[in-house]
C-alpha cells in the first residue's frame, strides 16, 4: 500500500483521486491538506468526497503530516503547490504535481528541491495528450516549415490561466522539432490589422466555454491540406488514473525531477 497524502483533497481532483485511490486498492490515504480557511478543513476526508468515511481529517497544513505519507498528489494552485513542494521535499515525501500555471521559475526551483525526493510535474496526466506530444513532435518534423501550425484548446468557464499548460507544452513540443524559439515565434490570439502570417509563427488559441473538460486541437496547415490532431477529455477521471499510474511508477525511483513522459516510458 502506497501511503498517500491529497493536496486540495476538497477540490474536484482531490475528491476524484481519494475516491479512485479507494477504488484502485494499492493506495491508502494518510492525510489530507485543504488551503487555511476553507470550509472543508477538520471535515473528513471521505465524506468530503462522498465516499463515506475515511479516517482522515482534512488539515489546513502539509508540513506537520509530511512524514506520514510516502507520496502527496497536488491538483491545487500554483503558489500553492510550490509552497507544498518546500514542505514535502525536506521530508523526502515524494510529489505528483498536475497543478498548472506555474512559471519557468517554479520549474527551476523543483529541480533543486528534487535532490532532495522524487518529483513528478506534468502539465497533463493524461496518458492518451502524452502520445499525443510524441505524435505532434513526429508530425512537425516530417512535414517541417512547409506547414502552418496553430494550437487551439478549449477549457471550462472556471479555468483561470490561458493558454492551458498542456498547449504549451504542445507548442514546445513542436517548436523543439522545428528547430524554432517558442519566446520568438509564439502569437497568443489574434486581433485588428495584424497582417500576413509570419510562416514559422506557431499559433495559439483560448476558448472558454460551460464545463469542458478539456480540448486540444492542434493544426498543421499545408497548401490544398489539413492535419487535425486531436485529443478530447470526457471526464477529469482521465487525469486522476493517469495520476495514479505515476505515482505508482514515482514511488520507486530515485530523488529527481521527472514528467509523465518518464513515466509512459516514452523517453
Known amino acids: 500500500m502506497i501511503k498517500t497524502i491529497v493536496n486540495g483533497a476538497a477540490g474536484k481532483m482531490g475528491g476524484r483521486l481519494i475516491t ?13 491538506v485543504e488551503r487555511p480557511g476553507h470550509p472543508a478543513v477538520g471535515r ?19 508540513g506537520p503530516i509530511a ?21 514535502a521535499a525536506p521530508a523526502g ?18 529541480r533543486t528541491l528534487a535532490t532532495k525526493a522524487p518529483i513528478l510535474m506534468s502539465f497533463n496526466m493524461s496518458v492518451g495528450v502524452n502520445i499525443v506530444f510524441k505524435l505532434v513532435a513526429e508530425a512537425a518534423r516530417l512535414l517541417g516549415s512547409d506547414y ?20 504549451v507544452k504542445l507548442a514546445q513540443v513542436i517548436a523543439a522539432a522545428l528547430g524554432r524559439n517558442l519566446d520568438e515565434v509564439a502569437t497568443y490570439g ?10 514559422k509563427e506557431i499559433g495559439l488559441h483560448s476558448l472558454r466555454a460551460a464545463d469542458v473538460v478539456g480540448e486540444h486541437i492542434v493544426i498543421f496547415g499545408g497548401n490544398s491540406e489539413r492535419i487535425e490532431i ?38
Open 93 to 110: 515525501l515524494a510529489m505528483v504535481i498536475g497543478t498548472t500555471g506555474l512559471s519557468a521559475e517554479d520549474f527551476e526551483e523543483a
Open 20 to 32: 479512485l485511490m479507494k477504488e484502485a486498492g494499492d493506495f491508502e490515504l494518510v492525510g489530507a
Open 190 to 199: 489574434r486581433q485588428g490589422l495584424v497582417g500576413q502570417r509570419p510562416p
Open 44 to 62: 473528513d476526508a471521505g465524506e468530503v468526497a462522498g465516499i463515506g468515511r475515511a479516517g482522515v481529517a482534512i488539515a489546513d497544513d502539509l
Open 67 to 87: 512524514a506520514k505519507g510516502q507520496l502527496a498528489f497536488d491538483f491545487t494552485v500554483a503558489a500553492g503547490a510550490m509552497g507544498n513542494l518546500r514542505k
Open 148 to 167: 502552418d501550425v496553430e494550437i487551439v484548446e478549449t477549457h471550462h468557464h472556471f479555468k483561470e490561466d490561458a493558454p492551458s499548460g498542456t498547449a
Open 230 to 267: 486531436v485529443h478530447k477529455a470526457h471526464s477529469r477521471d482521465n487525469f486522476a488514473r493517469g495520476a495514479l499510474r505515476a505515482a505508482r511508477w514515482l514511488v520507486g525511483q530515485p530523488p529527481g525531477l521527472y514528467d509523465t513522459a518518464d513515466s509512459l516510458g516514452l523517453r
